[in-house]
């Protein structure tokens, strides 16, 4: 049995000063479809991935995918939920 103390099991830790952000997001139908689709269309549990990938992007929502989210993407630390109500 390997030794539990020896393990590298799970995420690394991260290091430097974790920054938390609350923000709330009110999008109308008709006026903001565009990103409506975009969040809509992520996986449950990949918006946080998806808003980082579409803030550092820089392009039309349009041309990002929900297969170009990151895999080991760490989860956020809010309820992503009431961050987009």
């Known amino acids: 049995m390997a030794d539990k103390t020896t393990s590298n099991r799970g995420r ?10 609350d923000i709330r997001l009110r ?10 689709a975009f969040l809509e269309g ?3 549990g990949q ?4 808003l980082k990938l579409a803030l550092r992007s ?5 041309d ?3 297969t170009d989210l990151e895999e080991d993407e760490e ?11």
Do not use: H, T
Not at 13 to 20: A, I, N, R, S, T
Not at 47 to 50: K, S
Not at 58 to 62: A, E, R, V
């Open 47 to 50: 918006r946080p991935a998806g």
């Open 42 to 44: 992520l996986p449950n």
């Open 12 to 21: 690394k830790k991260k290091e430097g000063v974790l920054k938390k952000y």
């Open 75 to 85: 989860e956020m630390d809010f309820d992503l939920d009431d961050f987009l109500s």
């Open 27 to 36: 999008l109308w139908e008709g006026e903001d479809d565009d990103l409506i």
């Open 58 to 62: 820089g392009g039309s929502l349009s």
């Open 64 to 66: 990002l995918q929900a």
